[in-house]
């Protein structure tokens, strides 16, 4: 049964749904981030990619962030 959106328990109903996809949105973010830079880490065998960030290679490090900011665009579009 649908309730009025307008009314008290339709709008915690909605507050709820909103906050339960915050939650599985930061979950597949967080997850789907892990796995993208260990695949990542796992294809370039050549360099020490923590090494190179730790002395200060900028290049390293927006690779990285662009890493992170693509997979949080697919998780977005996903969830």
Do not use: C
């Given at each position: 049964?649908?309730?009025d959106?307008?009314s008290?328990m339709?709008?915690?109903?909605?507050?709820?749904?909103?906050?339960?996809?915050?939650i599985?949105?930061?979950?597949?973010?967080a997850?789907?981030?892990?796995?993208?830079?260990?695949?990542?880490d796992?294809?370039?065998?050549?360099?020490?990619e923590?090494?190179?960030?730790?002395?200060?290679?900028?290049?390293?490090?927006?690779?990285?962030?662009?890493?992170?900011?693509?997979?949080?665009?697919?998780?977005?579009?996903?969830?």
């Amino acid at each position: 049964m649908l309730q009025d959106p307008n009314s008290l328990m339709g709008i915690l109903t909605q507050y709820g749904r909103a906050v339960g996809w915050s939650i599985a949105a930061a979950v597949g973010f967080a997850f789907g981030v892990g796995i993208a830079l260990k695949v990542f880490d796992w294809l370039s065998t050549d360099i020490d990619e923590w090494e190179e960030i730790k002395k200060g290679n900028m290049g390293v490090a927006l690779i990285f962030i662009s890493l992170i900011v693509m997979v949080g665009l697919l998780v977005h579009k996903v969830i």
